[in-house]
Every structure is written in C-alpha cells, then in structure tokens.
C-alpha cells in the first residue's frame, strides 16, 4: 500500500481525447489523482460533478485534476460531454495503474464479491511525493479533498 511521503507511481494513459498523459507532464504542480469505477453510473456522476463544481477553485491554484477509470476513450469523451467536465480523464483498461496505487482489489455489491476499481483519492505533491492517499472514499468527497491539497 502506498503512504503519503513516497514517490507517486508514474504513469502514462490515453485521454479522452486520444492524447498520451504522464503524471511527470505535471511535475512543479499540485495533482489529484482520483479513481472511479464506471462512467455514466450514478456514484461516479456524483463524483465528478463534484470536482467540476469545484473545480475553479482548484485550477485557479494551479492544480491539477485526473480522473482515471478502466472505461475506454469513447465513453470518456460521452461522459465529459454529458456533464461539462473540464479536467483530464485516462483510461486504464487493464488496470495497472489502479493496481500499482491499490486502488484495484476486491469489492462487495448486492452480496456478490468481485474484483474492481476501488474509489480513491491520491494528492500529489509538486515533487511527485504523495501527500494524500485515501482509499474507498464517498463520490462527494474527493472534492473536498482536492480542495484540501491545493490548501496544503
């Protein structure tokens, strides 16, 4: 499990918009990295309207916010369409990334055990260190959570 103080797990995914994203593409800035489950789903839209609603606030800091699902590029761009949402969407079909920030494990709905994304919040620090790591948050939290990176 990862703990605040490490180097956070770099990366590189597909946008929605079909470009390569780096975490280091943000070194010398503050960046949230949240993952959710499945695009369009009720908990995931709570989630990120949230940071959009927020999400001013944030970039007027000069943050950073990525949101990363296993869901593929096309329905990233339906989602950020449908909802306005104007920060940086990955996709992580085969979940490497999730799993190398423990954000992949097992999961419980409707009495059934599954292997899944498990909503999380991770600030990154201008370094590249993490300063947050919070596994199974709520959908309404990780905006409050980014804003209180951009605060630390």
Same mark, same amino acid.
């Given at each position: +499990?990862?703990?605040?103080? @490490? @180097?956070?797990?770099?990366? @590189? !995914? ?12 943000? $070194? ?12 369009? @789903? ?8 949230? /940071? *959009? ?20 590029? %096309?329905?990233?761009?339906?989602? *950020? ?8 969407? !990955?996709?992580?079909?085969? $979940? ?12 419980? +709905?409707?009495?059934?055990?599954? +292997?899944?994304?498990? *909503?999380? $919040?991770?600030? /990154? ?11 199974? /948050?709520?959908?309404?939290?990780? %905006?409050?959570?980014?804003? *209180?990176?951009?605060?630390?």
């Amino acid at each position: +499990m990862l703990e605040t103080g @490490t @180097t956070a797990p770099d990366f @590189t !995914l597909t946008s929605d918009d079909g470009k390569q994203v780096s975490l280091g593409d943000f $070194h010398g800035k503050k960046v949230v990295v949240y993952f959710y489950p499945k695009a369009n @789903t009720p908990g995931c839209t709570k989630q990120a309207c949230a /940071v *959009r609603d927020a999400y001013a606030n944030i970039d007027a800091q000069g943050a950073v916010v990525i949101g990363i699902s296993p869901d593929e590029p %096309a329905a990233l761009v339906r989602f *950020r369409e449908k909802y306005d949402l104007p920060f940086i969407l !990955l996709s992580d079909p085969d $979940h490497n990334v999730a799993e190398a920030y423990g954000a992949w494990g097992e999961e419980k +709905m409707r009495g059934k055990t599954y +292997m899944g994304i498990i *909503r999380s $919040h991770f600030g /990154v620090d201008e370094e590249g260190k993490l300063v947050e790591v919070d596994l199974k /948050v709520k959908p309404e939290t990780t %905006a409050d959570l980014a804003l *209180r990176l951009i605060e630390l």
